[in-house]
């Protein structure tokens, strides 16, 4: 059972899902009205539900040629219209055929991953021919080689994760997204290698032989601010210079614990340029390395302290909001506003970092509270300075809407106060993903059943950013995988309202920044 409480009055609609069978999910909904004063009882039941015969066909690309390995989508019902609705998932088989079982009475919406196009199957239909003229396939079987220095086969190692096995050190990727593709080779004893690879031949790429590298041995010893060796069991890492501005674990060559003396070994790194960090409760260390050193000496610098407090438009707290601090070189705090809406973080000294509050409003809550967004707050903290901010929801009259002509989880849509130029480095551009102003938390109409995973595809095709003073902005739309592809988009908000923008995909014109 479940209750919702507050509601004012006026005509609602709940929904609950249910999967029936792997891969299946049944959705039942109901209307209902609230009175002041008087108590609603709605019951959801799926046993009005009926099932039609099990679907099964075959998919086809524009060249009439089957489509193996899709992931394919059935959908059935109108969310708004308030009836049974299924939705389920099958993947083709090498000949590009499906079935799907459990599905509801009624017409089916097929649709593929990764694509809107959608092609309505009848009530009727058992065995189909399923064509999608404009879907685009573009893989590639990647193979070959992994040797060791002396020209001898690794026998056993790693490619993006999959282990191989084969005496001659053979692989083969059967399936390959489209280009550049990143790869990365992993075996003991060895330094893990990068290739990315920017061209495939279809339907087979054979790549040159893949040499790895022993790699160097780096050591090196932690001091904490007076100078002592830093207590043993802190964790060192050495990420990539040229990722430091990701907000992600990618991109880390090695990690080690430091010892009881603050010393650190880390063997096998590759040699390329980076930089050691430690993050400790005492402050953070920071240290250049160069592709060819193989020694470095850090000594820990005390943090800045944030102290702050989210409130509303009106200055009152808000309890419960998710305030973060991103910093270069991916440190990162989080913690939750307290009752009163107040925080405090700590941060490393002496770098770039941004202040954002996420969306504190619980998904499965309902009525939600009003969406409130914030504008980010860049800051720069000397050692053991406390900084005081506030983070107030900002109450502009404009909007922006950007809508994508397809979505995916490797899209999306920062905005920049004023006019920005694209910049020159990939590190740059990355800083200005994460300084930028998100996207909002949630652009679908906050009801109940609207709520929902993304069971269709990962990712969205619209990204809105309200309540926006009047003025000038930049748009920059990403396609952030192995490298990043930016479209830059002016934008001017002259009157109050919203403004859509259409954009095209990043990958279709836009900068590429490579990594």
């Known amino acids: 059972m479940v209750i919702y409480e507050g509601l004012r009055p006026g005509r609602y609609r709940v929904a609950t899902s249910y999967a029936p069978w792997p891969s299946t999910w049944w959705t039942s909904a109901a209307e209902f ?5 008087q108590a609603q009882e709605v019951v959801l039941s799926f046993e009005r539900f009926k099932e039609r015969e099990a679907l099964q066909g075959r998919v086809v690309g524009p060249d009439g040629r089957p489509l193996r390995g899709i992931r394919l989508f059935a959908e059935s019902g109108v969310a708004k219209e308030g009836g049974p609705r299924s939705q389920t998932e099958a993947v083709t088989d090498a000949q590009g055929r499906f079935a799907m079982e459990r599905l509801l009475k009624g017409p089916q919406r097929m649709r593929l991953s990764g694509s809107q196009e959608v092609v309505e199957v009848a009530a009727d239909a058992r065995d189909v021919s399923l064509s999608f003229p404009t879907f685009k396939v573009e893989e590639s079987a990647l193979e070959g080689r992994v040797l060791a220095p002396d020209g001898r086969p690794v026998g056993r190692f790693k490619v993006l994760g999959t282990t191989f096995e084969d005496p001659e ?19 003991k004893h060895f330094a893990p290698l990068r290739l990315v690879v920017e061209t495939l031949q279809s339907p087979r790429t054979v790549l040159p032989d893949i040499v790895l590298e ?84 850090l000594r820990l610098v005390p943090d800045a302290r944030v102290q702050g407090s989210v409130v509303d438009a009106g200055g009152r707290p808000l309890e419960g909001y998710p305030v973060e601090s991103w910093c270069k070189g991916r440190v990162v705090s989080e ?27 619980e998904p499965s809550s309902w009525p939600r509270p009003p969406r409130r967004v914030f504008l980010p707050r860049r800051f720069v903290g000397a050692p053991g300075e406390t900084l005081q901010v506030e983070l107030r929801a900002r109450t502009g009259p404009a909007s922006v809407r950007v809508t994508l002509p397809w979505a995916s ?36 109409e906050r009801r109940p059943e609207r709520i929902d995973s993304g069971i269709i595809q990962s990712g969205s095709d619209v990204f809105e950013f309200s309540s926006l003073p009047l003025g000038h902005y930049t748009l920059f739309v990403t396609e952030n995988s192995v490298g990043r592809s930016v ?22 014109g836009g900068k590429y920044f490579a990594r």
């Open 33 to 37: 009205t609230v009175v002041p004063g």
């Open 169 to 187: 050190g053979r692989f083969t990727l059967p399936r390959v997204a489209s280009p550049p593709v990143e790869l990365i080779f992993e075996a």
């Open 214 to 297: 022993r790699g160097r041995t780096v050591r090196g010893q932690v001091l904490d601010a007076d100078g002592r060796p830093l207590a043993p069991g802190h964790e060192v890492s050495l990420l990539f210079t040229r990722e430091l501005n990701l907000p992600s674990a990618q991109g880390t060559l090695a990690r080690a614990l430091t010892d009881a003396e603050g010393r650190f070994v880390m063997a096998h790194v590759p040699r390329d340029a980076g930089v050691v960090i430690v993050d400790a409760e005492a402050g953070t260390a920071m240290q250049p390395l160069g592709a060819d050193q193989e020694t470095v000496s």
């Open 335 to 361: 913690l939750k506003s307290d009752a009163e809406g107040r925080f405090t973080l700590h941060a490393p000294s002496g770098q770039d970092c941004v202040l954002k509050v996420s969306d504190g409003r």
């Open 409 to 444: 989880e490797w899209y999306d849509v920062v905005l920049a106060q004023g006019d920005v130029a694209l910049p020159a480095t990939t590190l740059e551009m990355d800083a200005l993903v994460v300084n930028g102003i998100d996207a909002d938390f949630d652009v679908l």
């Open 487 to 508: 479209h830059r988009i002016p934008v001017e908000l002259s009157k109050p309202g919203v403004l859509d923008v259409a954009s095209k995909l990043p990958g279709d």
